[in-house]
């Protein structure tokens, strides 16, 4: 199965999933959407008024932010992947329950699988935990770390700008930084792939280059927002 089928399957049965209460009150899943080659996954917390009623994530005023900010990065919409850890929005807005977001990382779970992006951009304090469990926002926003075989760049969800001004700088500064991150990521990942190579041809490869070390940002204060 390529990967734009396993995506597809996978948004299909989120359309149709009952696993959790989100769906006798929502009127379209957002699976989520992008290039199925993408390095760059962004992974949001859930849909809103907006993104309910067209089935499509962040295409509100948190989604128009975004763009911004990834044009600030040299990138565009169309460049990555987006999703949310929840696939159906919470009524209100409000946060996401456990039991919600352990359904629906079934399908995350899924889509990481499918699309192996190099670098997991988590947009929100939710998606960090997924991630960073434990760990605070204001503590690792702009930072770049290993997870497992990723890298993960927890960054403050685009909203947030929108209700707190004072957050907007230390927004903008993150994604300013994303460039040289994501150029670090990718160094990373060349020279672990060349030291793999090392174990299966030693002295037939060059030495690694040294690994990243994370940027410290500010640290403002984050607003609880969903």
């Not at 005023?61 to 460049?79: C, I, S, W, Y």
């Not at 699309?115 to 204001?138: A, D, E």
Request: glycine share 8%; with cysteine.
């Amino acid at each position: 199965m390529t990967t734009h089928e396993s995506l597809d399957q996978i948004a299909s049965e989120v359309s149709t999933c009952t696993s959790c209460i989100l769906h006798q009150t929502r009127n379209k899943s957002v699976p989520g959407e992008g290039p199925v080659d993408s390095e760059i996954m962004l992974i949001g917390e859930g849909p809103g008024f907006n993104e309910n009623e067209q089935g499509r994530p962040f295409v509100g005023a948190a989604g128009k932010f975004l763009e911004e900010l990834l044009a600030q990065a040299g990138l565009k919409r169309t460049d990555v992947w987006i999703g949310n850890v929840v696939k159906c929005r919470p009524p209100g807005n409000r946060d996401p329950l456990p039991d919600e977001l352990a359904a629906c990382n079934l399908y995350l779970e899924r889509q990481i699988t499918a699309l192996n992006p190099k670098i997991i951009i988590t947009l929100g304090r939710f998606s960090m935990g997924k991630f960073m469990p434990g760990v605070k926002i204001t503590q690792v926003h702009g930072q770049m770390r290993k997870v497992g075989e990723r890298f993960v760049i927890a960054m403050f969800h685009p909203a947030a700008a929108l209700h707190q001004a004072a957050l907007k700088p230390a927004i903008l500064a993150d994604f300013g930084k994303l460039p040289q991150l994501l150029d670090v990521a990718r160094k990373a990942q060349d020279a672990s792939a060349r030291e793999e190579l090392a174990k299966q041809a030693p002295g037939q490869v060059a030495e690694p280059t040294p690994a990243y070390e994370a940027l410290q940002p500010e640290e403002p204060k984050q607003m609880k927002l969903f």
